[in-house]
């Protein structure tokens, strides 16, 4: 596991998952390595990956783990990037089906920065039939360049937070400032302002509506104290899926099953 930005969930799930398998693993940081002296990445995933069976990597730019990938002999996993974040949505949509059955054909409203939580969610959207509805403050929706051709079907674009979220089985939110971005915080807490999933923000949506966070939170930012331990809350099952979910991926990762 290379960790390049901080992390509480991703590592504690795959390190416990690893080892509930029975496996074990090796926790790096940029500065531990010879990364941190400007060892290419492309070298360092060939020497890593004739050493271990899988190998997992939360860093900056996309770009970074699809080199990593490209030259490694053993899959990659993805623990957060700049622009994605696909074991939080894995987690996240078992979550929905465990608490409410498909998710196919429901509606989840996405709350605030377009970021690598909501470009996941829509990949998920693609994938598994549902609507995504995505309100972000001016300046930080979606990049009309990442929106495939079609995308409307499964995609709506609301100026209004409150208009996203009316009617929507899954209301969803995310940090204003995620890592990488801290120089903009105090520029961001002002323009985000109105974009706070309430108590009245939930009563728009429908009666048996979830809530959704991937954590950490910020109560009294993106999402009120009310809701975040409100009874539409389902955070702690959604972090524990974490572990679940990654174990059943690093199983299909290794054992090549082509279908359960
Ligand atoms: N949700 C999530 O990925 O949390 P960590 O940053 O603590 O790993
Ligand atoms: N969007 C957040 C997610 C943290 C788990 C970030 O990238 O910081």
């Not at 990593?68 to 974040?85: C, K």
């Not at 979220?165 to 002002?190: C, I, N, Q, Y």
């Not at 009245?200 to 991937?214: I, Q, R, S, W």
Request: glycine share 6%; with cysteine.
């Amino acid at each position: 596991m290379v960790f390049e930005k901080q992390s509480t969930r991703t590592r504690v799930s795959f390190e416990a998952g690893i080892h509930q398998m029975g496996g074990s693993s090796i926790n790096l940081t940029r500065g531990d390595t010879q990364l941190g002296r400007g060892e290419p990445i492309e070298d360092v995933a060939r020497v890593i990956s004739r050493m271990v069976d899988l190998v997992m990597i939360r860093t900056y730019d996309q770009s970074i783990i699809e080199r990593f990938a490209d030259f490694s002999r053993v899959p990659v996993i993805n623990g957060l990037t700049d622009q994605y974040h696909p074991c939080q949505i894995l987690a996240d949509i078992y979550t929905f089906i465990e608490h409410r059955h498909s998710i196919e054909g429901r509606t989840v409203a996405w709350i605030g920065d377009a970021n690598n939580m909501c470009y996941t969610w829509l990949q998920a959207a693609r994938l598994f039939g549902f609507k995504l509805h995505v309100s972000a403050p001016s300046g930080y929706g979606l990049d009309p360049e990442r929106i495939a051709k079609g995308e409307e079907v499964h995609l709506s674009v609301f100026d209004d937070p409150m208009e996203a979220a009316h009617g929507a089985h899954l209301v969803t939110t995310d940090v204003w400032t995620s890592m990488g971005f801290e120089d903009e915080t105090d520029e961001r807490k002002k323009d985000f302002v109105d974009f706070q999933v309430d108590e009245e923000m939930m009563a728009l949506a429908d009666t048996d509506a979830l809530f959704m966070h991937c954590l950490p939170a910020h109560r009294g930012e993106e999402v009120s104290a009310e809701v975040l331990e409100g009874h539409q809350s389902v955070v702690w099952d959604e972090a524990e899926n974490r572990l679940h979910v990654q174990k059943a991926l690093m199983e299909y990762l290794l054992l090549g099953y082509q279908s359960a």
